[in-house]
């Protein structure tokens, strides 16, 4: 299996999507401003306990306030506590964490109203983004992730993760980090790190460290509350360093700025691989270049369509997703009902497993299978469900097929489920339901480039168009884009964009950003 990743870098927002042999299975967006990410560290304040919750509310500057659960706080809560206490009595020097002393651990049956007050100055992170009504949802147990390390401060012990089987290997690690970790820190050795050489490993955890004191100094010198310790890095780098492997055979990207920040952590992670990362340098929209966006169009929606005619309604409700198989108009099985059955919930089963991930859909998935009446055909449904799971990074649980042909998915949710509308809304009617003759939309087109360049005297720009509208005006001997480019000059350029509706157009500057010339009455 070959992997490709492609990050289309936006005025506004950034998308990146990650394709498996060419096909979609991982999409995220979200705006250039975006805050509140998981990762994220605060040094923030209680505002209100919540005795009845056994919880608190804590200020870290979103509109509503994030929810830190007693649990949450973490076994080592008091050792923390009593370090930042000591940090933040000398604004000048820092204590080390060395020398802090370690506290009894908090016990699990405790309550908030015993162990936190009002005004309270904690340091915590996000865990989960804000989503609908609900603030982000926090914790006091601190990580800073690397590729290869976790670094967890105030405890020291050493995890290796179990996904490495080799007993000899995972002796080798425990017994590496125990040798090379400063005192009070624990660290998580990750799938990835099997195999590598101590000063791989060393040098990540001097990074990690950093990135620790950077976010304890900043904690120090806080006036005013709630202040960002630690941003995590830009989403296109979290991907990379979650998923990246050997099998990546491209990165590209359409932006410099972005372009030279992945290239620099792929040389620190995977220097032999820094030339797979690539500056997009094409006419067309990234993703019209790599069949991105005729896959979001097909892959989102209620109905997702796989193959020979079945198909999966998805509806989403707060806490519940819920999804129904239909063979629609497919043929019927030769082999009977039953075999017919079994084909189209395999099907069904191999483009949920893609869907979970490609929606990053969280929560309680309950699917609606074709009913079977044969218990070895539900079986092997429910272990090809498993199989495809496998390589999802979030944590799920799948239950067996109940008695009524249901099967129920739990998985990790810790941002909101990625909606991309694929409904287009007439642009030039504006929802009236009537407009001029689609003929008459090159002569709207040559009336807004002639106000651009006579009027506005902007004289270099891109039109982006739908493809069949790029067709028409580019067809011919003497095209109507080459009239265009004789009558208004050569920095008119028109490129195809499948993102656009069929009569929608956009105009964009040289550095990028839209040149708004819309109104009500272009088609009236």
């Given at each position: 299996?070959?992997?490709?990743?492609?990050?289309?870098?936006?005025?506004?927002?950034?998308?990146?999507?990650?394709?498996?042999d060419k096909r979609l299975v991982e999409y995220q967006e979200e705006e250039?401003?975006?805050?509140?990410?998981?990762?994220?560290?605060?040094?923030?304040?209680?505002?209100?306990?919540?005795?009845?919750?056994?919880?608190?509310?804590?200020?870290?500057?979103?509109?509503?306030?994030?929810?830190?659960?007693?649990?949450?706080?973490?076994?080592?809560?008091?050792?923390?506590?009593?370090?930042?206490?000591?940090?933040?009595?000398?604004?000048?020097?820092?204590?080390?964490?060395?020398?802090?002393?370690?506290?009894?651990?908090?016990?699990?049956?405790?309550?908030?109203?015993?162990?936190?007050?009002?005004?309270?100055?904690?340091?915590?992170?996000?865990?989960?983004?804000?989503?609908?009504?609900?603030?982000?949802?926090?914790?006091?147990?601190?990580?800073?992730?690397?590729?290869?390390?976790?670094?967890?401060?105030?405890?020291?012990?050493?995890?290796?993760?179990?996904?490495?089987?080799?007993?000899?290997?995972?002796?080798?690690?425990?017994?590496?980090?125990?040798?090379?970790?400063?005192?009070?820190?624990?660290?998580?050795?990750?799938?990835?790190?099997?195999?590598?050489?101590?000063?791989?490993?060393?040098?990540?955890?001097?990074?990690?460290?950093?990135?620790?004191?950077?976010?304890?100094?900043?904690?120090?010198?806080?006036?005013?509350?709630?202040?960002?310790?630690?941003?995590?890095?830009?989403?296109?780098?979290?991907?990379?360093?979650?998923?990246?492997?050997?099998?990546?055979?491209?990165?590209?990207?359409?932006?410099?700025?972005?372009?030279?920040?992945?290239?620099?952590?792929?040389?620190?992670?995977?220097?032999?691989?820094?030339?797979?990362?690539?500056?997009?340098?094409?006419?067309?929209?990234?993703?019209?270049?790599?069949?991105?966006?005729?896959?979001?169009?097909?892959?989102?929606?209620?109905?997702?369509?796989?193959?020979?005619?079945?198909?999966?309604?998805?509806?989403?409700?707060?806490?519940?997703?819920?999804?129904?198989?239909?063979?629609?108009?497919?043929?019927?099985?030769?082999?009977?009902?039953?075999?017919?059955?079994?084909?189209?919930?395999?099907?069904?089963?191999?483009?949920?497993?893609?869907?979970?991930?490609?929606?990053?859909?969280?929560?309680?998935?309950?699917?609606?299978?074709?009913?079977?009446?044969?218990?070895?055909?539900?079986?092997?449904?429910?272990?090809?469900?498993?199989?495809?799971?496998?390589?999802?990074?979030?944590?799920?649980?799948?239950?067996?097929?109940?008695?009524?042909?249901?099967?129920?998915?739990?998985?990790?949710?810790?941002?909101?489920?990625?909606?991309?509308?694929?409904?287009?809304?007439?642009?030039?009617c504006m929802g009236k339901g009537t407009i001029k003759s689609s003929f008459?939309?090159?002569?709207?087109?040559?009336?807004?480039?002639?106000?651009?360049?006579?009027?506005?005297?902007?004289?270099?720009?891109?039109?982006?168009?739908?493809?069949?509208?790029?067709?028409?005006?580019?067809?011919?001997?003497?095209?109507?884009?080459r009239r265009w480019q004789m009558k208004y000059g050569f920095g008119v350029?028109?490129?195809?964009?499948?993102?656009?509706?069929?009569?929608?157009?956009?105009?964009?500057?040289?550095?990028?950003?839209?040149?708004?010339?819309?109104?009500?009455?272009?088609?009236?």
């Open positions: 299996m070959t992997c490709e990743v492609i990050v289309d870098v936006q005025p506004k927002k950034i998308a990146i999507a990650l394709t498996e250039q401003q975006a805050s509140f990410n998981v990762g994220n560290i605060y040094y923030a304040r209680v505002r209100k306990l919540m005795p009845g919750l056994n919880a608190c509310f804590v200020n870290v500057g979103h509109e509503r306030d994030a929810f830190l659960h007693y649990l949450d706080l973490g076994p080592n809560f008091n050792s923390f506590a009593k370090y930042l206490k000591q940090v933040g009595s000398d604004k000048r020097n820092l204590f080390p964490i060395s020398k802090a002393s370690i506290q009894p651990e908090l016990p699990k049956d405790g309550s908030v109203q015993n162990t936190l007050q009002v005004g309270q100055e904690l340091l915590v992170q996000i865990v989960k983004e804000p989503i609908s009504t609900k603030g982000p949802r926090l914790t006091c147990e601190i990580t800073f992730p690397g590729r290869y390390l976790v670094l967890v401060p105030f405890t020291d012990k050493v995890h290796v993760s179990s996904k490495i089987k080799s007993s000899a290997e995972r002796a080798r690690l425990k017994q590496l980090l125990q040798s090379i970790k400063p005192k009070n820190f624990g660290v998580i050795v990750r799938t990835v790190a099997e195999g590598k050489r101590v000063a791989e490993l060393d040098a990540e955890l001097m990074i990690l460290l950093k990135r620790w004191e950077d976010a304890i100094m900043k904690a120090q010198k806080a006036k005013d509350l709630p202040t960002l310790c630690f941003e995590e890095t830009s989403r296109t780098v979290a991907l990379l360093r979650d998923l990246f492997n050997p099998t990546y055979e491209n990165i590209y990207i359409n932006d410099a700025d972005i372009y030279n920040e992945v290239r620099d952590y792929v040389k620190i992670i995977a220097p032999e691989m820094t030339e797979i990362v690539k500056l997009y340098k094409g006419k067309l929209p990234i993703f019209d270049n790599f069949d991105v966006t005729r896959q979001i169009k097909t892959s989102f929606g209620k109905t997702v369509s796989y193959k020979h005619g079945a198909y999966l309604i998805i509806e989403h409700t707060e806490a519940l997703h819920v999804v129904d198989v239909n063979s629609g108009n497919r043929a019927k099985n030769p082999d009977g009902q039953e075999a017919n059955a079994l084909e189209v919930n395999l099907g069904a089963a191999d483009e949920l497993a893609r869907q979970l991930r490609l929606r990053d859909m969280g929560g309680i998935i309950v699917v609606d299978f074709i009913d079977m009446a044969v218990a070895e055909d539900r079986q092997k449904l429910y272990e090809r469900m498993c199989e495809n799971m496998k390589r999802d990074r979030a944590k799920h649980n799948i239950l067996p097929l109940s008695k009524f042909g249901l099967m129920q998915i739990t998985r990790q949710r810790v941002r909101p489920v990625t909606e991309v509308s694929v409904d287009e809304t007439c642009p030039t008459l939309f090159t002569d709207v087109l040559e009336e807004k480039i002639d106000q651009l360049v006579s009027k506005l005297g902007i004289k270099a720009f891109t039109l982006h168009v739908h493809p069949y509208v790029y067709a028409y005006i580019n067809q011919g001997f003497i095209s109507l884009k350029r028109i490129i195809p964009n499948q993102r656009l509706a069929f009569l929608q157009y956009e105009f964009i500057s040289p550095d990028g950003e839209e040149i708004d010339m819309k109104s009500e009455d272009d088609m009236k």
